[in-house]
Nanobody, 123 residues
Framework: QVQLQESGPGLVKPSQTLSLTCAVSGGKVATAYNYWNWIRQSPGKAMEWIGYITYTGSTHYNPSLKSRTSNSRDTSKNQFTLQVSSVTPEDTDVYYC???????????????WGKGTLVTVSS
């Protein structure tokens, strides 16, 4: 069974770049057909899909975040990374990495989840 673990700083200053890594075990990031997603959620709000990187390395992003978001992967370390630039306090959320077996923007379509990590944007 695929297991995911997010890591990264819990506090980021406004205008800086948020960077999170998701370590994958029990599976390989380059194995077909895996879609490696990032999703975030604020208390009391619906989950927001951020983007994914596929087993081939191709990426797809939420249009509302596309200009500030970048996904990458390191197959040697079996992990993938999210970067969000020019962050504001509105980017304060719990960030999750998740795996899907096909292309989907729906959190309900994810089959494996990390536990989530809180990122606070504050000076």
């Amino acid at each position: 069974q695929v297991q995911l673990q997010e890591s990264g700083p819990g506090l980021v200053k406004p205008s800086q770049t948020l960077s999170l890594t998701c370590a994958v075990s029990g599976g390989k990031v380059a194995t077909a057909y895996n879609y490696w997603n990032w999703i975030r959620q604020s208390p009391g709000k619906a989950m927001e899909w951020i983007g994914y990187i596929t087993y081939t390395g191709s990426t797809h992003y939420n249009p509302s975040l596309k200009s500030r978001t970048s996904n990458s992967r390191d197959t040697s370390k079996n992990q993938f990374t999210l970067q969000v630039s020019s962050v504001t306090p509105e980017d304060t959320d719990v960030y999750y990495c998740a795996r899907a077996p096909k292309q989907t923007l729906d959190p309900e379509g994810m089959t494996s989840w990390g536990k989530g990590t809180l990122v606070t944007v504050s000076s």
